[in-house]
């Protein structure tokens, strides 16, 4: 099986026919290339952030677009080293739209709560029976948990307070719902606004072989939605996850809840993969494991966006490293360190509680071209006897100016821009040089996600003004000139 990378509205500028570590050639599209869809739909969908910081609470939606029924893993991953802090299955029938939220549990924790009927496995606590969930303003919700923080970066409940989170569709069924002996379809499908009985459903998943073997190879059918809103000061910021498409073709990878599988291992073992470059698809060949795949797709080596601060504004730009865990956490579930960093990243997760990769940043005023180079900016706080940069989680926030649309936390990197002013654009650079990986040593770069998340404050008028950016990638090969591609926020090409 082949993979497609096509950036969403990604179009190349550049390719070299061949590069260093392997050849690159010209090829026809492969059926059910795995790749990052260009509609908003897939079989994945990797959410940016979560976060219950600063006032916020984030709300999602999730939304079977298809006729059939659907079962999918939701997992919740905190920031610094992906450790999951929550999961479940989700079942969708037919044209279901789920919606849900991440909150703040007390001071320190977070919980998920949702208003919606659809069933999920486990049933959560508040909506066990079909009277719960038909009972007007009913709820139902879990608390993150601390158990898997086992790994040196502390256990404190602060840190499942933000993170970013997957949804991996594993599994879909034409089976009709309205026909009784279709035991799953039959009692997830909405009556009246209510499934039909979720307890059998529930039950369904103690023997998923047994009971759910039957069932079809994901599809490409999941839409996603994300919002940042704090209610008391009536601010709201919206984002789109990266959806996958054809990430598992052959088989469903339904399991019990209680699993930590699947994950982004558990896709097709691809083989090759490919991307559009000048009109053609360009294939990188001897990929092996779906996760390796998954970054490739997602790699850059460099994150461009936009910075407006001062009078009222302030921005925060989110960079998350989706499959960053699967190269750099060196420990075990029991909180031993078994094994080593691989590239494309450098660092392992240690007892520091970081795995940085060093960065370069580009600053840019709106006067056409003014420059600032890492070597002059002030990254604050400032210590000149180490003047690296470097990003060292998974789920990274970049504040402008002293200013923070999320608040304060440990994976915050600050950035003074006052030599160029207080608005522009700004470009990093992800300039460590690990060594190559076997499958991806044609590519450079880090696989990367996010938005730039903008606040207008408008105090006396008590109006406030959110708005995001997706972020524009730059994308280059091994030993070869230029960049294959620069997707910036408008779909458009153009050099930096």
């Known amino acids: 099986m082949k993979s497609l990378n096509i950036r969403k509205k990604l179009v190349t500028l550049a390719v070299a026919s061949v590069v260093s570590g392997g050849a690159m050639m010209a090829m026809t599209a492969p059926a059910h290339a795995m790749n990052v869809s260009q509609n908003n739909v897939g079989e994945v969908l990797l959410f940016p952030y979560y976060t219950v910081k600063n006032g916020y609470d984030t709300v999602f939606t ?64 508040g909506m066990y029976s079909n009277e719960d969930r038909a009972a007007a ?68 998943f103690l023997d998923t072989v047994t009971n759910l073997g039957y069932m079809a190879p994901p599809e490409n059918i999941l839409k996603g939605h994300v919002m940042y809103i704090n209610v008391a000061n009536g601010k709201s910021i919206d984002a789109e996850p990266t959806a996958i498409e054809n990430f598992q073709t052959v ?33 990188v060949p001897g990929v092996t494991g779906s996760q390796n795949a998954v970054t490739g797709l997602l790699s850059a080596t460099s994150v461009i966006n936009e910075f407006a601060t001062g009078a009222g504004a302030a921005t925060s730009w989110v960079v998350t490293f989706p499959t960053k865990h699967h190269y750099t956490d060196a420990y075990t579930s029991s909180g031993t360190i078994s094994g080593t960093a691989s590239a494309p990243f450098s660092d392992w997760f240690y007892s520091d509680g970081k795995s940085c990769d060093n960065i370069s940043m580009s600053l840019y005023n709106r006067e056409e071209g003014t420059v600032v180079s890492v070597d002059d900016t002030q990254f604050s706080p400032y210590n000149p006897s180490n003047p690296t940069v470097a990003l060292c989680y998974e789920a990274n926030v970049i504040d402008f100016n002293s200013s923070s649309v999320f608040g304060a936390g440990t994976n915050r990197l600050a950035v003074d821009t006052s030599g160029v002013g207080t608005s ?73």
């Not at 044609?442 to 972020?471: K, Q, W």
Request: glycine share 10%.
């Open 424 to 496: 522009g654009w700004a470009q990093v650079n992800f300039t460590e040089t690990p060594a190559a990986v076997t499958g991806l040593n044609s590519i450079l770069g880090l696989p990367t996600i996010g938005f730039a998340a903008v606040m207008r404050d408008a105090e006396s008028a008590t109006v406030n003004y959110g708005s995001s950016a997706e972020h524009a990638y730059l994308r280059a090969p091994v030993g070869g000139p230029g960049h294959y591609g620069n997707r910036n926020q408008n779909g458009n090409l153009g050099n930096p």
């Open 137 to 204: 303003g009913s709820k139902g919700e879990i608390f993150f948990t601390n158990s898997l923080l086992t790994d040196g970066a502390g256990s404190d409940m602060t840190r499942v307070q933000e993170g970013y989170f997957e949804v991996i569709l594993m599994g879909v069924s034409d089976r009709d719902p309205a026909v009784s002996t279709n035991t799953l379809e039959y009692n997830a499908k909405h009556v009246s606004g209510v499934p039909r009985d979720c307890a059998v459903v529930d039950g369904l």
């Open 251 to 283: 088989f469903n990878i339904i399991a019990p809840p209680s699993d930590v599988v699947p994950d982004l291992r558990d896709g097709d073992d691809p083989a090759d993969i490919s991307f559009m470059a000048n009109g053609v698809v360009v294939t």
């Open 62 to 125: 999730v939304t079977n677009t298809s006729d059939k029924t659907a079962v999918f893993k939701v997992r919740f991953r905190e920031a610094l080293n992906s450790r999951e802090v929550r999961d479940f299955n989700v079942i969708l029938s037919p044209h279901d739209h789920w919606a849900g939220a991440v909150t703040r549990n007390g001071v320190d924790g977070a919980l998920f709560r949702t208003y919606d009927k659809t069933c999920t496995s486990p049933r959560l606590p």
